[in-house]
């Protein structure tokens, strides 16, 4: 089983820049793949990107191709999403997830343990 604790979120203008990171408990970490995902109010949860269990590939929503990147450090059990170029469309609750999955998903069901998020806010 892993526990994700998500950081970083906040307050920030359009244009700024913000760094979640997702700490996970246990030793299997570098055996999931690792997914970003974000809600808005009313909105359905939506993918965000996600980085497979080594790095060696990444997957991106369009919305944020460019902008946003996942990396991860399996010595320190954490995965990053650097959010540049923020717009106010990207305020969200974002949540880190962990998958076991045969492949890099981009669905929410393929992800079976989830944190409880952090919220990013970006004004205009």
């Known amino acids: 089983q892993v526990q994700l604790v998500e950081s970083g979120g906040g307050l920030v203008q359009a244009g700024g820049s913000l760094r979640l990171s997702c700490v996970a408990s246990g030793r299997t970490f570098s055996s999931y793949d690792m997914g970003w995902f974000r809600q808005a109010p009313e909105k359905e949860r939506e993918f965000v990107a996600a980085i497979n269990w080594n790095g060696g590939s990444t997957a991106y929503a369009d919305s944020v191709k460019g902008r946003f990147a996942v990396s991860r450090d399996n010595a320190k059990n954490t995965v990053y999403l650097q959010m540049n170029s923020l717009k106010p469309e990207d305020t969200a609750f974002y949540y880190c997830?962990?998958?076991?999955?045969?492949?890099?998903?981009?669905?929410?069901?393929?992800?079976?343990?989830w944190g409880q998020g952090t919220q990013v806010t970006v004004s205009s």
């Open positions: 997830a962990a998958s076991r999955s045969s492949y890099l998903s981009r669905d929410s069901n393929a992800y079976a343990y």
